[in-house]
């Protein structure tokens, strides 16, 4: 350690790594200039070996910790805001008065119990704990292995969550929600089973989005970059539905403006236009009952994809007017019905049934065919007989053979 000054200001200079270290302390007191130089000591020694005093942070609670992360995470991830916010509301409901320190394997066990007994699905759970390592920075990556090494880090998901409505169930589903209280659940579900959409892109849509014109569709702000922007026809079903809604809303609100939402917001009746609804469960849940069909919102969907599939429409055409990233995804959403699959291999037998059925008629041709078969494998039999005499003279005298001119030659067998 070396001090000095430079007019009335001391510098301290010292060797770290193989590195001269000259800085200024920027005081006139020598005391101070030492204390420095130890401070800067210190943090070059603690940041080349990777230590870092991280007490402060090991204090703070949970919910502090979510609070910043939501901050950062609505800035990178604009689109996925109303995720983040549901994902960890349940985690600083049960855990955000927890330290970080006090976080460990035995706490994200009983997270996981307490979530079970509130009957929350094994999917939405994970994603909670995932979501709540992912903040938790190093300690989270820690927990994680040691969670995984126990098979406790993943509940177990069923595979099998989606279905595709049955068409009697599609037809009952269609009459109640024309029925309905709410204005809005028919055109919504005709939006869903006649254009794929999804939740937050039905009930984000504007009128700017709409053109009833030329009977097509634009969806805005999607889950995916492959769904933000496709363009979706809108078939007879559809077009009808949409044109009585229109009607209904110019009654309701005056006029239609193009930055006014579709579904407009307010219960029990919609009063605002200018803000979007925020829900479907309630008609959706009366309409489930009244139709006497069981199932997800999102299955209608499910049902517009399989019906795509079931009628041969091509994999780029169902991903474009889904706005699916990949043919995985599509294998993800069809679900070919047993009917589907049975009229598949009737369809075998019954050409199987038309092939027979033409040989039958053509059987004197048969005849003739198999005749002329038959003589024709009985010249070939005769053929490969007198082939079989002359090999069997040439083998007789193997020493007999004929040159280019003609000439026998006889070579003697030594």
């Known amino acids: 350690m070396s001090l000095f000054r430079r007019g009335s200001v001391w510098w301290y200079e010292f060797w ?27 943090e070059l020694e603690e940041g080349y070996n990777n230590v870092e005093d991280a007490r402060q942070e090991r204090v703070r609670s949970i ?11 609505k800035l990178r991830n604009p689109r996925s805001t109303v995720f983040a916010d549901g994902t960890l509301r349940h985690v ?58 126990k098979n406790l880090l993943k509940l177990k998901v069923r595979q099998t969550v989606g279905k595709a409505y049955a068409p009697e169930e599609k037809a009952r589903m269609i009459e109640q929600a024309k029925i309905a209280r709410s204005p809005h659940i028919y055109p919504a579900l ?29 969806v805005g702000n999607s889950k995916t970059d492959a769904g933000e922007g496709r363009t979706i026809p809108l078939n007879s079903a559809l077009f009808e539905a949409m044109g009585q809604y229109r009607e209904w809303y110019v009654a309701e609100f005056g006029a239609i403006r193009p930055d006014w939402y579709v579904f407009a917001f307010g219960r029990p009746r919609p009063y605002d236009p ?45 991903m474009d007017i889904a706005g699916h990233v990949s043919k995985q995804m599509l294998k993800h ?39 002329s078969e038959g003589e024709s494998l009985q010249k070939s039999l005769q053929w490969l007989h007198s082939r079989g005499h002359r090999g069997a003279r040439r083998a007789a005298n193997p020493l007999k053979r004929n040159g280019s001119s003609g000439r026998t030659r006889i070579r003697t067998q030594t």
């Open 16 to 42: 770290f790594a193989g590195r001269r270290i000259q800085e200024s302390s920027k005081s006139v007191s020598k005391t101070v200039a030492k204390s420095a130089e130890q401070k800067r000591r210190r």
């Open 63 to 73: 919910r502090e910790i979510a609070d910043v992360y939501l901050e950062g995470y």
């Open 92 to 149: 600083k409901r049960l855990l955000g008065e927890k330290m970080l320190v006090d976080v460990c394997e035995k706490s994200i066990e009983e997270y996981q119990n307490r979530r079970l007994q509130e009957h929350a699905a094994p999917k939405s759970i994970n994603e909670e704990v995932g979501c709540l390592l992912r903040l938790m920075n190093e300690t989270g990556d820690i927990l994680r292995a040691r969670l995984r090494k």
């Open 190 to 218: 005709m939006l869903a089973l006649n254009a794929g959409m999804r939740d937050a892109e039905i009930k984000n849509l504007t009128w700017a989005q709409i053109d009833l014109a030329s009977k097509f569709l634009v």
């Open 274 to 318: 200018t803000r979007p609804v925020t829900t479907f469960k309630t008609a959706w849940r009366n309409l489930r009952k009244n139709a006497g069909v069981t199932g997800r919102w999102h299955d209608s969907r499910h049902t517009l994809i399989t019906d795509l599939a079931e009628r041969g429409a091509g994999d780029q055409t169902i």
């Open 333 to 371: 959403y069809s679900h070919i019905r047993m009917e589907a699959k049975r009229s598949a291999l009737e369809s075998i037998v019954q050409k199987q049934v038309v092939v027979q059925e033409s040989a039958q008629h053509s059987s004197p041709v048969g005849a003739v065919v198999q005749h």
